[in-house]
């Protein structure tokens, strides 16, 4: 079992649509978790943290369950700007101070 | 500044020479990171520097060599790469490692080996 696992889509939604994305992680010791965006040939960006009691930063709304070791990020009202491979990160468990990727999503969002 | 600097921006080797990837940053970040990523993969851990001192290789090839001068460079040092080693060649620093923060990529190099 791979130790991030994400659906790695694609998704294709027209403009304004919500979208939700899930991510399950396998080490119960995982410490810290991480939705990181990344567009084609460039490098992995930090979008948002993730936290037990959820955290919104505008159209993003992450999520974490620790019971069922489950991370979600859902986006509203979605931009073309949003076209990009989202990653869900995982830091700790298995390798103290390691990030550990899942697959990554690919959302493309079209007019 | 918030930045992580990598240079160069892309490399093509052939498989007798020797390069180097270079990494800076200047956020006082005392972890900083190597990462392999091939295309439609995410990035692979490498190398680990926590206080300039190296404290995970994810068993990774002697063929590449890392090296942190002090805490603000971190460098990797390639010699007698194969052709599969091609990839994005991506730096990241952190605050300390293993903490809640996450990491800032540099944009990587591009290495092609031939």
């Known amino acids: 079992r791979k130790e991030v696992e994400q659906d790695p889509g694609p998704f294709n939604v027209p403009e304004g649509a919500t979208v939700a994305f899930n991510c399950t992680y396998s080490n119960s010791a995982s410490q810290s978790f991480f939705w990181y965006r990344q567009d084609c040939r460039k490098e992995p960006k930090l979008l948002m943290s993730v936290y037990s009691s959820g955290n919104e930063d505008g159209r993003f709304t992450a999520q974490l369950n620790r019971a069922s070791q489950y991370i979600s990020l859902l986006i509203r009202d979605s931009k073309l700007s949003d076209s990009a491979t989202y990653l869900c990160?995982?830091?700790?468990?298995?390798?103290?101070?390691?990030?550990?990727f899942g697959q990554g999503t690919i959302l493309t969002v079209h007019p | 500044d918030t930045e992580v600097t990598q240079t160069p921006k892309h490399l093509v080797m052939g498989m007798t020479n020797k390069k180097s990837l270079k990494c800076e940053q200047h956020?006082?970040?005392?972890?900083m990171y190597w990462y392999k990523q091939k295309a439609k993969k995410p990035p692979e851990l490498m190398f680990v520097?926590?206080?300039?001192?190296?404290?995970i290789n994810e068993s990774v090839p002697s063929r590449f060599s890392p090296e942190c001068p002090n805490s603000s460079l971190l460098n990797l040092h390639l010699h007698a790469l194969q052709p599969e080693d091609s990839a994005l060649y991506l730096c990241?620093?952190?605050?300390?490692?293993?903490?809640?923060?996450?990491?800032?990529f540099g944009s990587g190099t591009r290495l092609t080996v031939v």
């Open positions: 990241a620093s952190s605050q300390v490692s293993g903490t809640g923060v996450g990491y800032t």
């Open positions: 990160v995982v830091n700790g468990g298995t390798s103290y101070g390691k990030l550990t």
């Open positions: 956020m006082g970040h005392r972890a």
């Open positions: 520097y926590s206080y300039e001192k190296l404290s």
